[in-house]
């Protein structure tokens, strides 16, 4: 992104001076949508709108789905500095720059361009595979990702052809209703139906069990954590998991070790580490974990000493689980809790651990980066194989030898593995990878894009159509 740090500085105090009005109070634009722009008291009536909005879409074309993606995206690059307030108010997570990535990132998730029919053809005819809407999605969004998920879904969904509903973490309602009631208003101005997403206004337990139970709902996408997907996949309906990951990371000998360190710290960081697919434990091996923990120490990260780090543990956890209030914080905010002094205000906090501290094992979500110092590069990798639990989710290594990398590639089996990178090239970071907030690795699509929410519909024709 070309913008200065004066001119961000600039933008972020301009932001912070409006008075915004509460989080899910916001008022209607002058946009007359005759019900509440995708919002409703009841998971019902937000499904029973979806489905008749699917009916109608059917009329729409390829196109139009796509005029409605544009007006997704520029409702989102015009209102990214609202967006990513709201979600820091009411979530009290991550920060506000990275925020403001995020959101631009979800904006560039692919829309009907990335839908491909395929043919067949041969001695007794042709046959076409179309991929075609599913109908009504229902959709759960994590409190981590709330209206980037909101965002990049629509844009993913709507490709596809299909309406959704859906039902946000109860701590980011508010910025999801905004979010669902903007997007709604925005295609309503350009031609387009009402109610092509929808959400329920106070999303609970409840209201999922009845979206994952309504048979108006064609097929769940669950965004968030284990105990989420496993519900959607016990629900009967077809489901896409997307859950939990713990990324690990491994340095070799022979990685760019300063390249490594930058690339480690910049990931990590990132919106205060609340997302899945950030870099979560380091392994590295004995012969470059000095030079590895100096190199990061340079890039702005805290090395806080063994005995603080029972403190650290103490504040951020408690029987065997992280502490909520505690995840996504800025990283001085840990240091002041236990009372470390530091000279400017860290990135992240790293330090060293052995294997089985829970800062390895536990999926924090906080700027805390955990280092263990390996044997051997093989050693490292079956680390990193048990720490990341069989999420299949994302593994990173820094190495310049092709046999280790496809040594670990093949052992941790995950769905994003990125190499020399951060891990956010993982979802189209400067990278070739496309974008996405909903990585599916439990049910195995993957980084999901429109297509992913499509079903193969075959046309078949016998006599003939062929030109040879
Ligand atoms: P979560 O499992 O607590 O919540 C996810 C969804 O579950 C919510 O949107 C909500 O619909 C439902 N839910 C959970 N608790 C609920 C409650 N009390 N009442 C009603 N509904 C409830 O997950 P989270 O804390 O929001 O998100 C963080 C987790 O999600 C992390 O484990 C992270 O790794 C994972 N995640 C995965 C992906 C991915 O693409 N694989 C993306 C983002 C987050």
């Avoid at 067949?120 to 042709?126: A, I, M, P």
């Avoid at 910025?175 to 997403?197: D, F, M, Q, S, W």
């Avoid at 990061?296 to 543990?313: C, R």
């Avoid at 990278?431 to 992913?452: C, L, M, Q, R």
Wanted: proline share 4%; with cysteine; aromatic share 6%.
């Amino acid at each position: 992104m070309n913008i200065s740090k004066q001119e961000i500085e600039k933008i972020v105090s301009q932001v912070l001076s409006q008075t915004l009005p509460e989080a899910g109070s916001l008022p209607l634009s002058t946009v007359s949508t005759s019900g509440d722009a995708g919002l409703f008291d009841r998971i019902e009536d937000a499904i029973d709108a979806a489905h008749s909005t699917f009916r109608q879409l059917k009329d729409y074309s390829l196109n139009d789905r796509q005029r409605y993606i544009n007006e997704i995206k520029s409702f989102t690059q015009k209102e990214k500095h609202i967006l990513a307030k709201m979600i820091i108010e009411e979530t009290k997570l991550g920060n506000y720059n990275d925020k403001l990535e995020k959101l631009e990132l979800a904006a560039l998730t692919p829309g009907t361009e990335i839908l491909k029919t395929s043919a067949r053809s041969g001695d007794t005819g042709l046959a076409i595979i179309e991929e075609a809407p599913f109908g009504v999605i229902g959709a759960t969004t994590p409190v981590t990702n709330p209206a980037e998920t909101i965002i990049s879904n629509a844009i993913a969904m709507i490709a596809a052809g299909n309406t959704v509903v859906f039902n946000a973490h109860p701590s980011s309602k508010g910025v999801c209703a905004y979010t669902v009631r903007r997007i709604n208003e925005e295609i309503l101005l350009a031609g387009g139906p009402k109610n092509i997403i929808t959400m329920v206004k106070e999303p609970s337990m409840a209201s999922l069990e009845q979206l994952s139970t309504n048979p108006k709902i064609n097929i769940l996408v669950g965004t968030g954590g284990p105990g989420l997907v496993k519900a959607l996949l016990q629900s009967g309906k077809k489901a896409i998991g997307a859950g939990a990951g713990n990324p690990p990371v491994v340095v070799d000998e022979t990685a760019d070790i300063n390249q490594a360190a930058t690339d480690i710290i910049k990931g990590h960081s990132f919106d205060n580490n609340i997302v899945c697919i950030l870099e979560k434990e380091v392994f590295v091996v004995n012969q470059v974990a000095n030079q590895l923990i100096a190199a990061m120490e340079k890039e702005q990260a805290f090395l806080l000493s063994a005995d603080k780090v029972k403190e650290l543990l103490a504040l951020v956890t408690a029987g065997g689980h992280t502490k909520k209030e505690w995840i996504g914080k800025d990283a001085y905010k840990y240091l002041d809790a236990i009372a470390v002094p530091y000279n400017e205000k860290p990135k992240c906090i790293i330090c060293e651990v052995a294997f089985e501290h829970p800062f390895v094992q536990l999926e924090l979500l906080m700027p805390i980066l955990p280092i263990v110092r390996v044997d051997g590069f093989e050693k490292a990798v079956a680390y990193a194989v048990e720490a990341e639990h069989g999420n299949r989710h994302t593994a990173i290594v820094h190495s310049q030898s092709v046999s280790n990398i496809t040594y670990y590639a093949k052992a941790i089996d995950t769905t994003i593995f990125v190499k020399n990178a951060p891990s956010l090239a993982g979802i189209g970071v400067n990278s070739e990878s496309v974008v996405s907030f909903t990585i599916a690795g439990p049910t195995g699509e993957g980084i999901t894009t429109a297509k992913d929410f499509t079903r193969a519909r075959h046309c078949v024709i016998v006599d003939g159509f062929r030109i040879i």
